[in-house]
């Protein structure tokens, strides 16, 4: 039987979801350009993108075209965009510490979590099997859940970023203003704000669960020495 052809390095750059991956970076820098002169465009390129995150990866498993490189540069990626929307939230509202911290907690927890796999040997930052965390398991092992939290997450922020008439603006009160005056934005705001808090969490609990093995890894090492 005949080898299976290698792949070229070119051929990887060019997978269909790699270059999914390449329109996203695009869509999210014009995005970002025309964020402050068109808030409705920027959101919806925004969430565009986000739901492009989804179909490369449904593409990657059609044609097997999944990839190491593929892997991180959604992540990056995610993490960028995400990032970017929060500096910006951390301008229009106070107290925009809130923003800034969600933000270092993000990349904090998926850096950890990230490094944390390379050493452990895994394929992927999602495979938690081995966890304890019984949130943490299903959060990474139900893609429907998965689909809810980081979706609500990310339609939290781009809906305050709508929300915000001026710079400076008191978060809680236009929380809460908006919720009073449309009832069916203070249901979708209750569903939402559920999808993120739980996203935080296991944030919080990857960031700790990663902590801990390489923690672990340092020991095991010290101790074969």
């Not at 970017?84 to 933000?103: A, D, E, K, M, N």
């Not at 609500?152 to 236009?174: D, P, R, S």
């Not at 296991?202 to 090492?221: E, G, H, P, R, S």
């Amino acid at each position: 039987m005949a080898k299976e052809s290698r792949p070229r390095k070119l051929s990887v750059y060019l997978y269909i979801p790699n270059i999914i991956g390449y329109i996203r970076v695009l869509m999210n820098c014009f995005a970002f350009y025309i964020c402050s002169s068109n808030k409705k465009l920027f959101s919806v390129l925004y969430f565009v993108s986000f739901v492009c995150d989804a179909l490369d990866g449904w593409f990657a498993r059609k044609f097997n075209q999944v990839s190491t490189f593929g892997a991180v540069l959604d992540m990056v990626t995610d993490r960028i965009s995400t990032a970017c929307l929060l500096v910006i939230l951390s301008q229009v509202y106070r107290p925009g510490l809130v923003f800034l911290s969600l933000l270092a907690l993000d990349i904090a927890s998926h850096w950890f979590q990230m490094y944390s796999t390379f050493l452990a040997g895994k394929a992927s930052h999602k495979d938690v099997k081995d966890s304890t965390n019984w949130l943490f398991k299903a959060y990474y092992g139900n893609r429907m859940f998965m689909g809810y939290c980081c979706v609500a997450c990310e339609l939290l922020y781009i809906t305050l970023f709508l929300l915000a008439k001026n710079q400076n603006e008191n978060l809680t009160k236009v929380v809460v203003e908006a919720a009073k005056q449309n009832s069916a934005l203070a249901v979708l705001l209750v569903l939402l704000l559920v999808g993120w808090a739980i996203k935080q969490a296991v944030n919080f609990i990857q960031m700790k669960t990663a902590a801990d093995l390489c923690v672990d890894y340092d020991i095991n090492k010290k101790h074969k020495a």
